[in-house]
Structure formats: C-alpha cells, structure tokens
C-alpha cells in the first residue's frame, strides 16, 4: 500500500520516511534531492549547508544531489546535467517490514528535450531502517533513439572535522585529479582531506569505509563504476555563496558516479545503480 504524506522541509514539499525503529530521512521534491538521514538512535549523517538555496532553478547545496545525464561540465548540457534543479513527483511511499522507504520519478518534458532530444524516466528509491540506508538510481529510456548518458549520486557526508577524517578503500585506484589536472594511481590505502580535493576515481572497489573519530561509516556502491571524491577546502569554499567559509571542514562528497565510460541505453531498456551505508 502506497501512502505518500507530503511534508515542507525549508518551505519545500518534501517526502519523510520514518522506519518502525526510528530511522528517518527526508527527500525534496525539488531535485528527487535526500536533504537528511538519521539512522536509529543516531545522529545526521548527511551534510546540509545553512544557506542552501532551494526552489526553481536552484540546485541544493548539501544532501545527495542527483546527477544525469552529464556530470559536472564534461559535455554541453548544463553543468551535472537536468534533474537537479528540476520538480520530481513522488511515486511511492511505504513501510514494508523494518524498513520505509520512497520513490520519487522525474519525467522528461518539454524543457527538457529542448537541451537533450531524449524519452527517459528517472526513478530515486529511497529506503531507510536501523542504521542502513540505501539510495537508488533507475534510468529508463522511454523514447525511440538509444542514448549514452553520465551518473551520480553526488552524496555530501557530514563529518565533525574533514582534517580528521579519513577514506578507505581506494587504494590502487586510478584517479584523475581535476584541481592538478593530472591522473595517478592511489598508493595508500587512506585517502586523508588536508585541504581541497577533486578526483575521480576509476573502477573504484565496492566497498569504502569514512572513518572519523568514534565514527565508522560503510559505503557500498553497485553498478556504479567510479567514485568521485570532493571537498572545495578554504578557498573553494570561500567562493561558494551557498557555503558558510569554515563548512568545508564538516563536509565530504563520497560520490556513487559513472564518470569515465558513458552507459547506453537501448530503448525500451533500463539501467539501475545503488549506493548504500551503514553507520
Ligand atoms: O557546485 P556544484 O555544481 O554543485 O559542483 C560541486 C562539485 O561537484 C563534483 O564533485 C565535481 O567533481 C566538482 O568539480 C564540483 O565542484
């Protein structure tokens, strides 16, 4: 049974998903956008900026932004892409067991088909309960023409102080890095955040641990290939109006992304990525 209860997070529809144990997250409308996750008993795990910007045509800084069909500025479309700055309509809402969980839709129209000539249903499910969260990604391509397209889950994980944190899980990856423009193999097995960082990484293992102090937090990803790392540290951040200058340190992006090899779709055919935690 289907029983989507709208609610207003910052003035904006919103669905929330609460689980039978206490595990609750929140998605916008606004960008099929996850703004908050609190696991059972547990605290906020995702990043949210105080002076996100939020309505038509804004793109939410914080939460799990999603990323289709182009990432970042790697092609002509607007950069990552059409559907986070777009309204979703929510499919499903429901409890099922120990878990709630939500499917939010995005359709092509119009606007849309004005910068990319496509048919394609976008579908985010989100599912929440005890210390687990999973995120999916669903692509269809309703239209008559088959098409390539990019991914991600551009997810923004809270941390108290990224200088202190610590990513595992990377280690003999092969990554491009976007502020030295320079690729390079991971050598070490942690990935520590001492200032900015914009990488990709390549055919990244499925598995990452977000270690901080009293803080372990799983990150598993499947079907997608790549995992894009970022932070903008103190002068990136200083040039974000949607970021307060000292946040860079209580963020880190852990993005699930299909980067480096585009994913064609037949018409007709579906493609579905997942990216999940455990706290
Ligand atoms: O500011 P946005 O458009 O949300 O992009 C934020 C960031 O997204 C990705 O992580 C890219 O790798 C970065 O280069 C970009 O700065």
Redesign the pocket.
Known sequence: MSDIRLTEFRGQPAVRLRAPDGAQATVLLHGGHLVSWMPAGGEEQLYLSPTARYGVGA?V?GGV?VIFPQF?ERGPLP??GLVRTRSWTPVQSVVRGEHAIATLRFTDDMATRTHWPHGFTAELTVSVAGRDLDIELCITNTGETPFDFHAAL?TYLRCQNVEKAQLEGLQGCHYED?LLGVEGDQWGDVTAVIGAI?R?YHQAPRQLILRELGRKLLISLSDFEDV?V?N?GPE?ASK?TDLPAEDWRHML?V?AACVREPITLVPGDEWAGRQSFTC
């Open positions: 793109s800084r932004p970042n950069r990552h551009h976007a914009d990709v894009v970022w903008p990136g974000l992006c993005e």
